[in-house]
């Protein structure tokens, strides 16, 4: 059994023709999907830092660094399971501009994917009163031990540096997932080919003319 699917879908282009997509197995689907929700939650919690205060306050910073944590650990598995289980190439209908940029993007994520929360962890790990870090209440987690034990001026520099990279890293966030966006919508409504099945199923099934699990 292979590691994604193929099936034949019918284009709605102008002119009729039976198209093959090769979609990304469950398990790549599950990492893209459980990562995109977990990156969205912290970003709607970080708009609302500015806000609100106290015990609460502390609170929800907790469940941010959780949701870090949380997305540095998933993306060093989904790393490992691409590197076992090379995804599958491009749908045929995509230019080769269109490629390009899809690599550049899905690097970029990768890259955020682990940047954010490593900065995140070390501002965490340099505040000049650090609070333990607690994922989502019940596991304690360390602060990177390097920085622990830094002179006080070194690791006050390096909390500039880490905020300054988090906030860069946010905007970033921000550019990809607009371009990510853009270009799935292109691809669904404008396009009208089959690119956005590939990482939602229930897409390929809705219209396609027959199904063939890979071998």
Known sequence: MSSYDIVVME????????????????????????VAALILA?????????????????????IHKSIGIT?????VLRLMWRL????????????????G?????ERGFYFIMFAMPLTGWAIASTLSLPTPIMLFGVVHWPYIP?????PFDQ????????????????????????L??????????????????RMIPWLARHGAIAGLQGS
């Not at 282009?13 to 469950?26: G, L, Q, T």
């Not at 912290?42 to 907790?62: D, E, K, P, Y």
């Not at 500039?160 to 990809?176: C, D, K, Q």
């Open 180 to 197: 990510h966006v853009l270009a799935a919508l292109r691809h669904q409504f404008l396009k009208r080919d089959a690119v956005l099945a």
């Open 101 to 105: 940029a899809a690599k550049i993007v």
């Open 11 to 34: 284009s709605r282009s102008p002119e009729p023709m039976n198209d093959r997509v090769v979609r990304f197995s469950y398990v790549a689907i599950f990492f893209h999907w459980v």
């Open 84 to 99: 076992l289980n090379p995804p599958p190439p491009f749908a045929t209908t995509m230019q080769a501009w269109e490629k």
């Open 42 to 62: 912290n970003i709607l919690i970080a708009w609302q830092f500015h806000s609100i205060h106290g015990a609460l306050g502390s609170a929800i910073l907790q």
């Open 146 to 150: 390097s920085l622990g034990t830094i």
């Open 155 to 178: 690791k006050l520099r390096m909390y500039g540096l880490s905020v300054a990279a988090h906030h860069l890293l946010a905007r970033i966030t921000y550019a990809l997932l607009a």
């Open 71 to 75: 997305i540095l650990l998933l993306s």
